[in-house]
């Protein structure tokens, strides 16, 4: 069905997106502005596919650039929430706690 069909395509274009980060090509893709962040962190709610929400926190890490500071986000604080509760929380997936954990330390600068 449509729903079903919709997260599928958004698992495989998650999925393409941190595989063009893994070559760490620079800019190979734009994400790490703060606005794609937002918008990758509303993937890490619990009604989100648990595939998708580990490609969620993926994508995250691949988008923090380690220069860049996001302490004036206005986003931020909601982001770590977020990364906080799915980095310990057991109906997750293993890589998405480990992922989950991860972004939260390079959200810290």
Known sequence: GGEAAA????????AAMNNACCGHKPNSIEVHRSGGIQALMHLLAPAVPPK????????????????????????????RLSLATMAI?????????????????????
């Not at 997260?7 to 998650?14: A, C, N, V």
């Not at 998708?52 to 909601?78: G, H, M, T």
């Open 7 to 14: 997260w599928l395509d958004l698992e495989h274009s998650l």
């Open 52 to 79: 998708i929400r580990e490609f969620a926190a993926l994508a995250i890490v691949n988008a923090c650039r380690k220069e860049d500071s996001y302490a004036a986000e206005p986003w931020l604080q909601a982001c």
């Open 89 to 109: 929380e057991p109906t997750a997936t293993e890589n998405a706690r480990k992922f989950a954990a991860g972004a939260l330390k390079l959200l810290e600068n």
